[in-house]
Each structure stands twice: as structure tokens, then as C-alpha cells.
């Protein structure tokens, strides 16, 4: 791992002035890891440019990070050129990232609050690219908002998310794997999802105990149409019971065994085989018959 900063080899002639190490920030502003607030800072340059280069050229794209913490990764999605709206919950790391948009004027806003109760479209507008490296469940929270709702397409471009990697794994799971479940369906029926880059648990400071991966997920042009609150009670108790035959776990849900039934779905099937295609003509048989 390098301690060097996105901009720490910047000649301070540049057109930039040179931004302190981010390490230094960290101890400047007493930035101690918060164990309660998920805090596990990127300090990897080569690796940090590898996570913003994941959406695609965003030189005059604007970028909606959550949870920015020091910096790190807010560094180099304004050094790829991204105009960068940043949510950060912690009221300590306001000032360093205060500091951090002296450097880039009018490249950066920092809005400190909970991402959980921003109305982030408001904030950034339609066609924004969403970037987090986010605690555990409130990256889970958030995706399942970002990919729910009945309207689609969704206002953002694409969502580059860092997650656990038994999350990331379910995320891309594959009908017939025990990862398949109600997080893949959603993930993968109206959007492309994949694993963009594996981050070693040794990436992060303090480590993590675990794995982590960085999914990249875009939206698809023409998916199936199916009401999503249909969608979400079939893949709820479908998946509630996983182990159970279809006929056991739906039979509770009105509906879904007739539209099993007419999709020529086996109910002694169980919920792990069935791929998301199949789960989508269910719930669009039961939309019909509704
Ligand atoms: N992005 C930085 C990096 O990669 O080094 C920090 C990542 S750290 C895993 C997660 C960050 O999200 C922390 O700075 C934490 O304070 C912030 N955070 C946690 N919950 C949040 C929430 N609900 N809303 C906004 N930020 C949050």
C-alpha cells in the first residue's frame, strides 16, 4: 500500500497547489477510525484511481459520494474530473473535507448529514453517478432504494459501491448457487451488475475482518415491465422459505400458483432455481390477473 495521495506528486508550480499526504489530514484533524460508524479509510492512490475510473470518463460528470469520510476517494473522483456532491455523517471529517475544496473551487459541495434521509436527487439532479464506500448496511439500505421503486429508468447513471464481498457475491449470484436470492433479483431484472474489483480486507485502514469488492451496476434500456411491490412480495416469500418447493412457499401469496401454473413453472420447484426471467413472468401473470 502507498501512502500517496492523488496529488502529493503534484510539483507545487502545477496549476493545482499540492495537496497535503491524506495521512497527514487525518492526524491534523484527529480523524481516529469510529468503529460505530463503519470507518475504514482508503489510502491507496493506484487503487483509489482504480475505483473512480470504474463509471467511465467523468471529467464534467457530476458524482454523488456518500460517505466521504477524509477524502481519499473524493480526491480522485475530482482529480478524474468529476464535479463531486459529498454526504458525509460525521461532523469531523467536515473541516478536512472543507479544506479539500480550497484546493478544487467549485469542484466540490459537502453536505454533512445522514445518507439515509437525504433526498440526494434533489441535491444532484437527474443523470448523476453514485459513488460510496459505505458501511456495510447502509450501502445495503441504500442500493435496495436506488434499484427500487416502480418508476424506471432511475434518475442516476450508474452505482459504483463498495460492499462486504459475501454481499457483493449475492449482488451477481446466479440462479442454482446458494447466493441467489432476493437481492440478485433485484439487482440484476432492470440493471446490469458486476463485480468490478475485488479489494483485499489489507486495503483499508484499520482492516476490516473480511473482504470487500467494489460492484458496478448500470441501468438496463428496456427491461421487462413488472410492478415492483409484485415483484418484491413473489422474491419475499419465495426466498423466506428458500428450502421449500414453490407450491409450500407461495401458497400463501394470492395468485402466485395460478400464475406459477400458467408460466408452466414446475411447483416443486424451489425458489434458488428459478431465473430472474421466470420470476419476472410470475409477477407480471399475477399484475395481469390483478
Ligand atoms: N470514503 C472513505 C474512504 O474510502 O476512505 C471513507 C469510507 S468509510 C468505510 C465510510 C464513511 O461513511 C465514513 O466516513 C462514515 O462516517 C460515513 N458514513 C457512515 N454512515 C453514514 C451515513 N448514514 N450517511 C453518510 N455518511 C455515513
Redesign the pocket.
Known amino acids: 500500500m502507498t501512502d500517496q495521495t492523488p496529488e502529493a506528486a503534484l510539483p507545487t508550480s502545477g496549476k493545482r497547489p499540492k495537496l497535503p499526504p491524506l495521512r497527514e489530514v487525518i492526524q491534523r484533524y484527529g480523524l481516529i ?2 468503529k460505530s ?7 491507496d492512490s493506484q487503487l ?1 484511481d482504480r475505483i473512480a475510473a470504474i463509471p467511465g470518463g467523468l471529467e464534467g460528470k457530476t458524482v454523488y ?10 480526491r480522485a473522483l475530482l482529480k478524474a474530473g468529476a464535479n463531486v456532491v459529498a ?4 461532523p469531523r ?1 467536515i473541516a478536512a473535507l472543507a479544506e479539500l475544496e480550497t484546493y478544487y473551487p467549485g469542484k466540490l459541495r459537502v453536505i454533512e ?6 433526498d440526494e436527487r434533489a441535491l444532484v439532479g437527474d443523470g448523476a453517478h453514485i459513488v ?4 456495510y448496511n ?1 450501502g445495503t439500505a441504500l442500493l435496495v432504494r436506488w434499484l427500487g421503486g416502480e418508476q424506471w429508468q432511475p434518475w442516476w447513471a450508474s452505482l459504483t459501491l ?1 460492499f462486504q464481498r459475501e454481499v457483493a457475491d449475492r449482488i451477481i449470484a446466479k440462479p442454482d448457487t446458494s447466493a441467489f436470492g432476493r437481492l440478485a433479483v433485484l439487482a440484476q431484472w432492470r440493471a446490469d451488475a458486476t463485480l468490478a474489483l475485488p479489494v483485499h480486507r489489507s486495503a ?1 485502514v484499520p482492516p476490516p475482518k473480511v473482504m470487500s469488492a467494489v460492484i458496478h451496476i448500470t441501468p438496463r434500456q428496456a427491461p421487462e415491465g413488472a410492478r415492483m411491490t409484485t415483484v418484491e412480495r413473489i422474491t419475499a416469500a419465495a426466498f423466506g422459505q428458500r428450502r421449500k418447493m414453490l407450491r409450500q412457499s407461495l401458497k400463501g401469496l394470492p395468485g402466485a400458483l395460478d400464475a406459477l401454473e400458467k408460466c408452466g413453472i414446475d411447483p416443486t420447484r424451489r425458489a434458488e432455481t428459478l431465473s430472474i426471467d421466470e420470476f419476472i413472468a410470475v409477477a407480471r401473470m399475477m399484475d395481469a390477473a390483478a
Open positions: 477510525a469510529s460508524l463503519g470507518q475504514n479509510f482508503l489510502f483509489l459520494e456518500v460517505g466521504p469520510g477524509p477524502g481519499g476517494l473524493t454526504v458525509e455523517m460525521d471529517c448529514g445522514d445518507a439515509l434521509k437525504m460510496a464506500n459505505l458501511p447502509v463498495m483499508f
